[in-house]
């Protein structure tokens, strides 16, 4: 995976991207908005939604424990994973073992995480998406690029070429009518759901009093897998667990107002275990810890467990919205995906490395983030972990150090203005500065600098005894009006 | 009240203009300020870019520097916030004195009590809502207040205000693209306005948006709030 800002130079550039997520992302902000608006006790909610989330992470190891009982009671069956290749084995043996050679998928970001599809492929399992926006990612052959809208970077005309290229059922003639499209999907995956005998789903709130597992969706899909199959087998992060029923209240509150700007999903499955003559026969609850509980063991970065993927942060972040999703490399793009990844991943790739630094730190992710994920002082804290783990940038770490000199003594920043303030002819003659040298090319690649003015203030002050001695303080001291300021037509 | 003026070592460096029109609008409202000389920066870059060692020494310097003074007053929203929001974080002794900094609009509006500067400036302006002041610091409207009591303004909307200009320090360095893609439209929703003044109460955005609007030759140029509440018809800025 090339780092961050690599990939995001492709996608920048595109301007066919750029004009489908700025469409997309700037219509559910405001919905979403004004969902939210509709609650006067927003600020409640969020609140609570984040206190019974550390609760729940502050004492993880108990919720677990009365998970497990309780889902056991119930008739299903739980298994642990350390990680991504352990819960991959696990689905698989499980899978085998029915002596299926398909399975159907409801949208499930753990399994996304696992590279689950691929691991089951290897093995000879074929794996459907029956999420739309997750099969058109299937069929187009191509990776998620939003946590809730998976293909949220394509149009209507890519998808029907997707469809009538991929889909072997697809009608003659499809359009690219969103009716049509859906019907096309419809009739394809009605098949699936009635052939398949094994499901895999993913989980959004595990009830840890009730042994109960909860999944929001908007299409009905996810439902015909929880209920059809012979055998459904979840997989879910730790994290998940809420304490008791009450407390689902307060996600199914949170949750569809931040990601769809809807009052409410329209569909919310319950199951727990499994009951003769309804639903699935054999149920199966995998546990996946694939790094969280190294993320728990950090104080600041472990407020990302609370994340109920809900996507808002994306729809609101004008660095997603013009890097696209791919560019953050993980299944979880955008804010949530900067600070989430590096911590799940560990910080030693290229671009989990890249991740906390791609960002304006601009806060919109924090103040839209339902459960309030201080997504900026993860990413501040992440980037002093990404300078501390090794000389990755040693120009920038030299630059700093530099800068750090001059700037804890008042004596040698007076210097280095002193110094600028000579070389303002030579660096811009102009009074602006239309290339800069090195790394801080840049910045002039598409921005003037401005240059240094004739005097900092701090020798103004000294010189007119904080402007005392001079009749008017301002232009005086500079000759041609630049202070660094923009004044344009020169 | 002993206030002190904290300019930044942006300002102090490249924005001087903005240091003495925040001397003249205090002065002109009957409060002086003292410069300590012993100032130098708040520390953010280096925090923001993980150099969180660094960072920590302008933090105690900052400390020793303004622990004496009842009130300190910056033109920057961003340093305000850095202040208010890491300092204690990073030097828990320092929250004290965190809480007596304060960006000059809400030194103006909460400490000083005024929105009528007596301020002129006769020229078509827009405001654009820097990230920092808007959702650390959460300055509100205290900066669009002052500005509808300046005489002769013609202030106009920013469309889109809120949305990040895409500096973000040593981001617009490290994301190059994605930051001058989210300045470019930027300038395009300044330039929608027709003003052809922009202000902000951080020159360090401006800084970013103004390189920007200079290389296109836009004709807007960039001005700090300072500034204009600075100007009065004697001596316009
Ligand atoms: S970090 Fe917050 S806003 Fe982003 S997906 Fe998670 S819960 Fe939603």
Not at chain 1, 138 to 162: E, K
Not at chain 1, 288 to 306: F, H, K, P, Y
Request: hydrophobic share 40%.
């Amino acid at each position: 995976m090339p780092a961050f800002p690599d990939a995001a130079r492709e996608a920048v550039a595109d301007t066919r991207l750029r004009g489908n997520l700025a469409h997309a992302t700037g219509t559910i902000r405001e919905r979403r908005a004004a969902a939210v608006a509709e609650l006067d006790d927003w600020d409640a909610l969020r609140e609570s939604g984040k206190q019974i989330k550390d609760h729940v992470l502050a004492n993880l190891g108990h919720y677990l424990r009365r998970l497990e009982e309780k889902v056991t009671e119930a008739g299903g069956t739980v298994h642990w994973a350390r990680d991504a290749a352990e819960a991959n084995r696990i689905v698989a043996d499980l899978v085998k073992a029915t002596g299926e050679s398909e399975v159907v998928k409801v949208k499930s970001m753990a399994t996304q995480e696992t590279g689950l599809n691929e691991a089951l492929a290897e093995e000879g399992i074929a794996a459907y998406e029956t999420d739309l926006a997750e099969l058109i990612v299937q069929l187009g052959h191509d990776r998620p690029s939003h946590i809730l809208v998976p293909a949220i970077h394509r149009n209507r005309s890519d998808i029907r070429d997707i469809f009538r290229r991929e889909m072997p059922d697809a009608p003659e003639g499809l359009t690219d009518a969103p009716a049509d499209l859906a019907e096309a999907a419809r009739r394809h995956l009605r098949a699936k759901f009635l052939s398949a005998k094994v499901a895999v789903s993913g989980v959004n709130f595990a009830v840890a009093d009730t042994g109960t597992l909860v999944v929001l969706e908007s299409e009905g899909n996810g439902r015909m897998c929880l209920t059809l199959p012979e055998t459904l087998i979840s997989v879910m992060g730790v994290e998940k667990i809420v304490p008791s029923m009450r407390d689902l209240e307060v996600f199914l509150q949170l949750l569809p107002r931040s990601s769809t700007a809807e009052r409410m999903n329209p569909y919310t499955s319950t199951w727990t275990g499994v009951h003769p003559g309804d639903g699935p026969r054999d149920f199966h609850l995998v546990l996946l810890d694939n790094g969280r509980t190294e993320t728990l063991a950090d104080e600041v970065g472990r407020q990302a467990l609370r994340c109920i993927r809900c996507s808002a942060c994306l729809n609101v972040c004008p660095v997603y919205e013009r890097a696209g999703g791919h560019a953050y490399g993980s299944p979880y793009p955008g804010p949530i995906g900067a600070i989430l990844s590096p911590q799940i991943r560990g910080i030693g790739s290229d671009v989990d490395a890249s991740l906390p630094y791609a960002s304006s730190l601009c806060g919109a992710c924090f103040e839209a983030c339902p459960v309030a994920i201080d997504i900026p002082e993860v990413l501040v804290h992440l980037r002093a972990r990404a300078v501390e783990d090794g000389p990755r940038h040693p120009v920038e770490r030299a630059a700093m150090t530099a800068a750090g000199w001059t700037l804890r003594s008042p004596a040698r920043l007076a210097l280095a203005q002193r110094l600028a303030s000579a070389s303002r002819r030579i660096v811009a003659p102009r009074g602006r500065i239309r290339r800069l040298p090195g790394p801080l090319n840049a910045w002039t690649e598409t921005r003037d600098a401005p240059a240094p003015p004739a005097e900092s203030f701090r020798a103004w002050w000294a010189r007119t005894d904080g402007g005392r001695t001079e009749p008017r303080a301002p232009e005086d001291g500079t000759d041609d009006g630049t202070d660094g300021r923009t004044e344009e037509g020169q | 009240m002993r206030v002190a003026l904290f300019l930044t070592c942006v300002n102090d460096t490249m924005y001087p203009e903005t240091g003495k029109a925040m001397v003249r609008l205090l002065r002109r409202l009957g409060h002086d300020v003292e410069f300590p000389a012993g100032q130098t920066c708040c520390g953010q870059m280096h925090l923001n870019t993980g150099y969180r060692t660094q960072a920590k020494h302008l933090v105690k310097g900052f400390a020793e520097t303004f622990g004496g003074y009842d009130a300190v007053v910056t033109p920057s929203a961003s340093c305000a916030a850095m202040i208010r929001d890491w300092h204690p974080r990073l030097a828990p002794r320092t929250s004290g004195l965190a809480s007596r900094v304060h960006e000059l609009t809400e030194f103006l509006v909460d400490v000083l009590g005024v929105t009528d500067v007596g301020a002129y400036y006769p020229h078509r302006v827009t405001y654009h809502p820097t990230c920092h002041s808007l959702r650390m610091l959460h300055v509100g409207d205290r900066p669009l207040r002052l500005l509808k009591e300046v005489r002769g303004i013609d202030l106009v909307d920013l469309p889109d205000a809120a949305e990040c200009c895409g500096f973000g320090g040593t981001f617009a360095l490290k994301n190059a693209e994605v930051s001058a893609a989210m300045c470019a439209d930027k300038v395009a929703a300044v330039r929608e306005t027709g003003a052809g003044t922009l202000c902000a109460a951080d020159n360090s955005c401006l800084m970013h948006i103004g390189g920007a609007l200079t290389r296109t030759r836009a004709g807007v140029r960039t001005v700090h709030l300072a500034e204009i509440l600075a100007s009065t018809e004697e001596a316009p800025a």
